[in-house]
C-alpha cells in the first residue's frame, strides 16, 4: 500500500509540475502570436513578408491548440491523483480581459 502511495504523490507531483511548465510555454506562444499582430500593425509589410507572417501564426496557434488540450489533460490527472491523496487540485480560472 505504502508503495502505491508513493507513486500516486510522485505522480501528482510530476505532473503538476509539467502542467506548470506547460503553462509556461503556452504563454511564450501567446507572447509570440501578440508580438506578430503588433509587427504587423507597425510596418508595412511586403506581401511576401506579410505571407510568411501568416503562415508562421498559423503554426502558433497550432501549437497553440495543442498546448491546450495537453493542459486540458494534465488538469484531468493532476486533479484524479489530488482526489486520492485528498490534495488541493488544479484550479482554472477564466483569465481576465485586458
Request: with cysteine; proline share 2%.
Given at each position: ?35 506578430l499582430a503588433k ?60
Amino acid at each position: 500500500m505504502a508503495a502505491f502511495d508513493l507513486d500516486i504523490i510522485h505522480k501528482y507531483s510530476t505532473d503538476g509540475n509539467l502542467l506548470s511548465a506547460t503553462f509556461v510555454q503556452c504563454e511564450r506562444l501567446h507572447w509570440e502570436l501578440e508580438y506578430l499582430a503588433k509587427e504587423h500593425q507597425q510596418k508595412g509589410n511586403s506581401e511576401i513578408t506579410n505571407k510568411l507572417n501568416l503562415v508562421k501564426a498559423q503554426k502558433l496557434l497550432c501549437e497553440r491548440l495543442m498546448i491546450g488540450q495537453k493542459i486540458d489533460s494534465l488538469v484531468i490527472l493532476v486533479n484524479y491523483y489530488a482526489e486520492i491523496l485528498s490534495q488541493p487540485g488544479a484550479e482554472i480560472r477564466k483569465a481576465n480581459p485586458q
